[in-house]
């Protein structure tokens, strides 16, 4: 099924033809019954005999025998010509107007006369560039194997199509946009050399634009490598191309999160044409932003990209035909939002997603320009495009700094199981290339790194299944969507998984020793409780530093062994000594006693009726740092079906019981009966010596009820726009006086509503490792591992199916210290799932801390989702990175070796919001080169080894050490 009539299907369904601006510039409400005049002015201006004039085509009929026509405009004769027998279409010329106005036009001919008047515009000398490109969907309207075939043949078409025009006048020759890469990444792995060196050479000529995102991606749900990633690849295949990739498209998606400039800096990438889906869940994005082209300011502030939202988004070839009449109605809608610049640009997708090339764009702009000099049209790729613009334009447009915070990363909570294994596979990957750095850069592979980061990306791609997903979801071409959308996810965790032990088994090659390395994948001193497996630590319950001292230890109800890893180097390891004595008790326990928690550090207290945490104190202060004083407290299940929030649900009284009880680990297991759900088990833990609550949530989900009519409705019916639609979320309200919420998200820190841009989303906003709510003297930081998405303050994802009026979208976001991790939902009508069951782990942990601290913030969640790796002992003699960073609050983002095997690749991120210099050494005192690089891992600028970080800003160095 063709995606233009699905779209149709869900507008006429849910009433798209209501009136606005945005609408009505769309021209979709305007009828009348009116009889069409004879006379049509044509905005433009041809040139007659050297002057500039305005046309007005008229269409006469005639019936009878040959006559001659007069043609008079405000009542002057203009034209006199023989008529035959026949409907008759031809232009009259009038002298340009400057304003507006009123012109009569009269035509005589056999004794009938009829007269028009008509309204002649001031043609706006505008050049509108066409970026034709096809619209990629991996899926929706097809299988995606079909999907695949289909982008990699339009390759093929657009090289023919330019080739056949490559004589046609200049802008009337066709060039292909590739939207996104994977399709090309696709033909580049797949097709034969001389098809793969047809595409190098068209991409040379000109005739084929690279454009630098790999997938239509949902950026809000990537973390940082992830968000790298997505441009890695146009670095490369520009260069396989000789050329530099400078732009970037994505299309339907309304809203990107704010580290998207940042990681585009790092790419190259200077220019972006964002066309959204232009009616369906996008809030206000399009009103705010559609034809108002500004720079888009990097959380740094040193990097900027050039944002331009085009007129209908990516759609205008879905619903309108490029003729006289578009001109006409274009130009409108330039005069409509008072548009000031003489170059504009439109998308031409095609007649439908994933369509083909449309040669009729060349034969329109061809004849156009020739007939007319007024408005010109010329056929272009993203980046001459936007350069143009930039050049005439760039230093008046105004700069925005902030997130666009994007709206349809809610879907990914149709499949919180598969978002859970894809975001855990793209942070084991970013482990899994560090402990290749620092154990064995010898088994390093870049292309290995890369595939299984491509699944990581197409998970994340915003097509998440078929067009009937949610009114037939039963239907084989359903169901085998699905199938390949999740194995996207579960072949990331497969490959991630493999890279990372790889890396391991390289390097213990002492595997029946009695010792454990661990190692730590961060840039600073870690000292955490980590677990050995029942199997490896058999009998073995007393545990050593490699200075021959105790550290505590206990066996866990599992038979696992845990023991405190104390003082673990950044990005190096530390060796543990296991025997058969008795575990050494620490200095202080934690206890476990009536539903409280205590080490000493943190307390935290369990109801013994909900289940719910209702006490969180440290040792700082006696304050309780969580808000009792309502409804809601800590970690409490919330159920709602539907979109009212009164009507909200939570589980059954708990049963309680103790799972550890110390005195390294204590740990309380609470079972609960749940609405939507099968069961739910929760668990919070505490471990000596740490300073942070821990906190476990399986929801063992019972599947929503499905159609009871398959099929029927299709996505704008009834069941798949309102009914069976349900949200699960925990609550974590906190008693913060004054508190502000300060969200992670990649690449950058976001405040809700004061960092958030002009149409941006505010009924829900993604989050990547934790969200902190603190003021000047203490605050709580949750790290959030599984969940992508929280609603601040109230239940406000409560918007279901499609949703087209901007009007009903939340508005602004009050000061609060409450939020929702939102965690499962199936309101979309269409593309994302309709039910989803089975056990899902969430996972949280609640770090009191004093005032507010970005770096450290980022340190225990990173540390939270990167956590000490244990493995049997290996040389530590012939470990590979030894670098160390002076400066804790500078993170190292990345770190692996360079795909050339020379160097290694490091990036550091300024992470606590002021500019820091950090100082970079061997561990082996040798001495290093440091160079400036980007994601092509190019040697750019030789720095000193104290580097400048700037504060949010992402410095990627490529270090080349002796041993490499």
Not at 19 to 25: D, G, L, N, Q, T
Not at 45 to 72: S, Y
Not at 202 to 209: L, Q
Not at 270 to 297: C, H, L
Request: proline fraction near 6%; aromatic fraction near 10%.
């Amino acid at each position: 099924m063709e995606r233009r009539k699905v779209i149709k299907g869900i507008a006429a369904a849910v009433g798209i033809a209501w009136v606005s601006p945005r609408i009505s510039a769309l021209g979709l409400n305007q009828t009348s019954m009116e009889k069409p005049s004879f006379a049509v002015p044509i905005r433009c201006l041809a040139n007659r005999g050297g002057k500039l004039v305005q046309p007005i085509q008229l269409t006469i009929e005639h019936a009878g025998t040959d006559a001659t026509l007069v043609v008079r405009v405000d009542h002057q004769e203009v034209e006199s010509r023989v008529l035959s027998p026949g409907t008759h279409t031809f232009n009259v010329y009038v002298d340009p107007v400057e304003t507006a106005r009123q012109i009569v036009i009269e035509y005589e001919i056999s004794g009938k006369s009829e007269s028009s008047e008509v309204r002649v515009e001031k043609v706006r000398k505008v050049l509108i560039f066409i970026l034709p490109h096809s619209h990629h969907d991996l899926g929706y309207t097809d299988l995606q194997s079909n999907i695949e075939e289909k982008q990699m043949t339009n390759i093929s078409r657009g090289i023919e199509l330019a080739r056949n025009t490559a004589n046609y006048p200049p802008g009337a020759r066709f060039v292909w946009n590739l939207e996104v890469l994977w399709g090309a990444d696709q033909f580049m792995r797949t097709k034969t050399e001389p098809e793969r060196q047809e595409l190098i050479s068209a991409v040379r000529k000109g005739w084929i634009g690279l454009n630098g995102m790999y997938a239509n991606e949902l950026t809000g749900l990537c973390r940082p490598e992830e968000l790298l990633q997505l441009f890695r690849y146009s670095t490369e295949l520009g260069s396989q191309c000789g050329v530099s990739v400078d732009s970037a498209m994505i299309s339907d998606v309304p809203g990107y999160t704010w580290g998207t400039v940042s990681a585009m800096a790092q790419a190259g990438i200077r220019y972006f044409s964002a066309a959204p889906n232009y009616f369906d869940r996008i809030g206000t994005f399009m009103v705010e932003w559609q034809d108002k082209p500004f720079w888009w300011i990097s959380p740094s502030g040193n990097e900027r990209v050039l944002v331009w939202i085009p007129w209908t988004g990516y759609a205008m070839s879905h619903i309108m035909k490029l003729d006289a009449g578009w001109v006409n109605k274009y130009q409108a809608r330039l005069d409509e939002i008072d548009f000031p610049y003489q170059i504009s640009y439109i998308r031409w997708s095609g007649h439908g997603d994933n369509a083909e090339p449309d040669p009729d764009i060349c034969e329109f702009v061809k004849k156009w320009n020739q007939e007319y000099e007024w408005p010109r049209f010329s056929i272009s790729t993203t980046s001459n495009a936007f350069a143009a613009f930039e050049k005439q334009y760039g230093h008046q447009l105004p700069q925005f700094k902030g997130d666009l915070t994007p709206y349809w990363e809610d879907g990914a909570g149709s499949s919180a199981s598969e978002t859970r294994m894809n975001r855990g596979a793209a942070e084991r990957l970013a482990q899994a290339a560090t402990l290749s750095a620092i154990l064995a850069p010898e088994v390093y592979n870049s292309a290995d790194f890369n595939v299984a980061w491509r699944n990581v990306l197409l998970y994340s791609e915003h097509t998440w299944g078929a067009w009937n997903s949610v009114s037939d979801s039963e239907n084989p071409f359903v169901t085998q969507q699905w199938q390949v959308k999740r194995q996207f996810a579960v072949d990331a965790e497969n490959e991630s998984k493999r890279l990372f032990d790889r890396a391991l088994d390289a390097y213990a090659s002492e595997k029946n020793s009695p010792n454990v390395d661990v190692h730590n994948t961060c840039s600073w001193p870690r000292t955490e409780v980590i677990v050995i497996s029942k199997e490896r630590s058999l009998g073995k319950d007393h545990v050593k530093n490699e200075h021959g001292a105790s550290v505590p230890s206990q066996r866990l109800s599992t038979g696992e062994l845990a023991f405190l890893a104390e003082n673990v180097p950044p990005l190096g390891s530390a060796s543990f000594h296991l025997s058969a004595a008795a575990p050494h008790v620490p200095a202080k326990r934690v206890t476990v006693l009536d539903g409280v928690l205590d080490n000493g550090i943190v307390l935290a207290k369990v109801d013994s009726k909900s289940g719910n945490i209702v006490e969180l104190t440290s040792n700082k202060s006696a304050r309780n740092l969580l808000d009792t004083s309502r409804d809601e407290t800590i970690n409490q299940y919330l159920f709602l079906e539907g979109k009212d929030a009164s009507t909200v649900s939570t589980s059954e009284p708990a049963r309680i019981a103790i799972e550890e009880a110390g005195p390294l680990v204590a740990a309380i297991r609470i079972e609960s009966s749940a609405p939507g759900c099968v069961d739910l088990v929760r668990r919070v833990r505490l471990k000596a010596s740490e300073d942070w609550l821990e906190i476990s949530n399986i929801v063992n989900k019972k599947r929503a009820p499905l159609n009871p009519h398959p099929g029927q409705g299709g996505p704008g019916g009834d069941f798949a726009q309102h009914e069976s639609k349900e949200s699960l979320q925990f609550a974590f309200p906190f008693a913060i006086e004054n508190g502000q919420i300060h969200i992670d998200v990649p690449l950058a820190v976001m405040r809700p509503e004061i960092d958030q841009l002009p149409g941006s989303c505010k009924n829900w906003l993604p989050v990547g490792r934790w969200i902190d709510v603190a003021n000047a003297e203490y605050g709580v930081t949750c790290a959030t591992l599984d969940a992508p998405l929280v609603e601040i303050s109230s239940l406000s994802a409560t918007m279901l199916g499609s949703q087209t009026h901007p009007g009903i979208w939340r508005k602004h976001i009050e000061p609060t210290r409450k939020f929702y991790s939102w965690i499962m939902n199936n309101h979309w009508g269409t593309n994302y799932r309709a039910y989803q069951d089975g056990p899902v782990e969430f996972r949280y942990a609640l770090r009191p801390h004093d005032g507010y601290n970005s770096a450290a913030a980022s340190r225990f969640a990173t540390g939270m989702s990167q956590p000490l790796v244990a493995s049997a002992p290996g040389q530590r003699s012939r470990m590979g990175l030894k670098l160390r960073i002076d400066q804790e609050d500078v993170l190292v983002q990345e770190c692996k070796p360079s795909a050339d095997g020379s160097a290694w690749i490091v990036q550091l991120f300024g992470a606590a919001g002021e500019e820091r210099k950090a100082g970079l050494t061997w561990t082996d005192g040798r001495p290093i080169k440091v160079w400036r690089s980007n994601l092509r891992e190019q040697p750019l600028e030789q720095l000193p080894t104290q580097v400048r970080v700037p504060a949010w800003e992402l410095v990627t160095l490529r270090i080349e050490a002796p041993d490499r």
